[in-house]
T-cell receptor, first 113, second 113 residues
């Protein structure tokens, strides 16, 4: 699976949009971009995923560049409960080991009052 | 109802002992996983099971053995525990092997003394 690069940490003011970048310059055409987050002492939580079109759900928006080499997760109105480590993962939707979620170091997002 | 539940949440034991962690999912998913998160917070996949069949073993020592009595359960047995086995173990499930989102349990913190 392609590797991803994320900043180790970011701060965001409560109520403002949090924009978390991810680089995946070696992504191949059949690989999806997934975002998960892990709030302290909890299991990872799925946020959103996409292939090439921008995606939005009740939690966040995912913006993927046209060349698919990078993406941005947007939390439109960050709250203190959004403080977590956010993981950007590139993954093929295949069976077996090719479909594994491989977690990197992620970005620790701190939302401040 | 908790979607993916693990027991126990905390486990403290001596080196050399044998212990088990249980996992159950009530989502009707076909695939279940075990992940290990070490003290440096890296999340690594250990096993995945699809319809009671092991499909991945990511070079985990054979002291670790997953057992799946049915597709709603995937238990993790660990023999001859070592200090380095201290970690948080997460169970997860997905609808199908290698596709879609994973749902994680809350984790089981194992401490080996």
């Amino acid at each position: 699976d392609a590797k991803t690069t994320q900043p180790p940490s970011m701060d965001c003011a409560e109520g403002r949009a949090a924009n978390l970048p991810c680089n995946h310059s070696t992504i191949s055409g059949n690989e999806y971009v997934y975002w998960y987050r892990q709030i302290h002492s909890q299991g990872p939580q799925y946020i959103i995923h996409g292939l090439k079109n921008n995606e939005t759900n009740e939690m966040a928006s995912l913006i993927i560049t046209e060349d698919r080499k990078s993406s941005t997760l947007i939390l439109p109105h960050a709250t203190l409960r959004d403080t977590a480590v956010y993981y950007c993962i590139v993954r093929r939707n295949y069976g077996g080991s090719q479909g594994n979620l491989i977690f990197g170091k992620g970005t620790k997002l701190s939302v401040k009052p | 109802d908790t979607a993916v539940s693990q027991t126990p949440k905390y486990l403290v034991t001596q080196m050399g002992n044998d212990k088990s962690i249980k996992c159950e999912q009530n989502l009707g998913h076909d695939t279940m996983y075990w992940y290990k998160q070490d003290s440096k917070k890296f999340l690594k996949i250990m096993f995945s099971y699809n319809n009671k069949e092991l499909i991945i073993n990511e070079t985990v020592p054979n002291r670790f053995s997953p057992k799946s009595p049915d597709k709603a359960h995937l238990n993790l047995h660990i023999n001859s525990l070592e200090l380095g086995d201290s970690a948080v173990y997460f169970c997860a499930s997905s609808l199908r092997d290698g596709t879609g989102e994973l749902f994680f349990g809350e984790g089981s913190r194992l401490t080996v003394l």
